[in-house]
């Protein structure tokens, strides 16, 4: 077991912290089911660096802080991005959340923002076990009208769900790739459609199996808590994997490289600076990043409207702290 004798201290405190979550959960205790996802998904995402750090020696979260401080705000806000999105498509909703505001809106931020870590941090996983990394030979030319064609049908992706919901909820899992891959492919920042130009599919890969694994331990977490999401989607909504109809999962990968475009974008903007994964090792693109206190105060703005109108339209229930 040379991973595990290996492992820093902080990924056995995860280890621990992640058992205790799960103890409590089964033996009734109602705080570890008010907030079972925090109380698991953070352990997960410090355990899965630990394990990265033993293998590789070096920590993608830990070696570069002031990125991954940047990044929490920003997963908050990417994922309220489609929750904006299912103000229209109602596809899910929360039942059962803490009734104080307060602690209800520091849980929804806490929450959202291991998104973008626990999607990067397993890919990276995934890249420590050499999994996924091949190289090709094929190639092709990415002309203007390619990147132009791409960024339409991306736009067309996000306004159909828009306007008729009901047939075309899926598209919002894929739209935002194909708008905004192309805009960091012309930055000079890491792009997707680059990648498979060159032959280099692994971090597609990676991300698309980070997504996959993701999706399932979300739905799996998410499915014994007490506080939870639950699903409401047009024509597949009958059979059932925890709470999520079978079909959904087929959202998590292409999630996945939205998250990884998005963020990418976010850099080439002057939003944050270059995350320490290996597959986030962005360019330099000249920008400067803005200052963490004006990024904070900048999501902020945008967090709270969205927070209340969940609130208003996502929540169906809510129940006493203690």
């Known amino acids: 077991m040379p991973v595990f004798s290996a492992l820093p201290l902080y990924a056995w405190v995860a280890l621990f912290f992640f058992v205790l979550a799960e103890s409590l959960l089964f033996a009734g205790v109602k705080i570890a089911g008010d907030f079972f996802y925090l109380l698991v998904w953070w352990?997960?995402?410090?355990?899965?660096?630990?394990?990265?750090?033993?293998?590789?020696?070096?920590?993608?979260?830990?070696?570069?802080?002031?990125?991954?401080?940047?990044?929490?705000?920003?997963?908050?806000?990417?994922?309220?991005?489609?929750?904006?999105?299912?103000?229209?498509?109602?596809?899910?909703?929360?039942?059962?959340?803490?009734?104080?505001?307060a602690v209800r809106w520091a849980g929804y931020a806490l929450s959202f923002a291991t998104v973008l870590p626990g999607i990067f941090v397993t890919s990276e996983?995934?890249?420590?076990?050499?999994?996924?990394?091949?190289?090709?030979?094929?190639?092709?030319?990415?002309?203007?009208?390619?990147?132009a064609a791409a960024q339409v049908l991306g736009g067309l992706m996000l306004v159909l769900p828009v306007l008729y919901p009901l047939y075309f909820f899926p598209l919002v899992w894929g739209g935002f790739v194909l708008l905004l891959d192309p805009v960091n492919?012309?930055?000079?920042?890491?792009?997707?459609?680059?990648?498979?130009?060159?032959?280099?599919?692994?971090?597609?890969?990676?991300?698309?199996?980070?997504?996959?694994?993701?999706?399932?331990?979300w739905e799996f977490w998410n499915f014994w808590a007490t506080a939870k999401w639950i699903?409401?989607?047009?024509?597949?909504?009958?059979?059932?994997?925890?709470?999520?109809?079978?079909?959904?999962?087929?959202?998590?990968?292409?999630?996945?490289?939205?998250?990884?475009?998005?963020?990418?974008?976010?850099?080439v903007m002057?939003?944050?600076?270059?995350?320490g994964f290996h597959d986030m090792a962005l360019q330099n693109t000249g920008r400067k990043p803005a200052g963490l206190t004006?990024?904070?105060?900048?999501?902020?703005?945008?967090?709270?409207?969205?927070?209340?109108?969940?609130?208003?339209?996502?929540?169906?229930?809510?129940?006493?702290?203690?």
Not at 44 to 67: C, E, H, V
Not at 135 to 143: E, K
Not at 238 to 245: G, H, N, R, V, Y
Not at 270 to 275: E, V, Y
């Open 43 to 101: 352990p997960y995402i410090f355990f899965s660096d630990g394990i990265i750090k033993a293998r590789t020696g070096r920590s993608p979260l830990l070696s570069n802080i002031r990125a991954f401080c940047y990044m929490l705000p920003w997963s908050v806000t990417i994922w309220l991005v489609f929750e904006v999105f299912n103000f229209r498509l109602s596809n899910w909703h929360y039942i059962h959340l803490v009734s104080p505001t």
């Open 125 to 147: 996983l995934l890249r420590s076990f050499n999994l996924l990394n091949r190289n090709y030979s094929w190639g092709f030319r990415i002309t203007p009208k390619m990147l």
């Open 185 to 217: 492919l012309r930055m000079g920042a890491p792009s997707l459609l680059k990648d498979l130009s060159q032959g280099r599919p692994a971090r597609i890969l990676r991300l698309l199996a980070a997504g996959l694994i993701c999706g399932f331990l």
């Open 231 to 267: 699903y409401t989607v047009p024509f597949v909504g009958d059979i059932k994997l925890f709470e999520m109809p079978v079909l959904g999962f087929l959202g998590f990968p292409p999630f996945s490289l939205e998250c990884f475009v998005m963020y990418v974008f976010i850099n």
């Open 270 to 275: 002057g939003g944050a600076p270059a995350a």
């Open 294 to 322: 004006a990024v904070l105060i900048f999501n902020g703005l945008f967090w709270l409207p969205v927070f209340y109108l969940m609130d208003r339209f996502t929540v169906l229930s809510f129940s006493q702290l203690f």
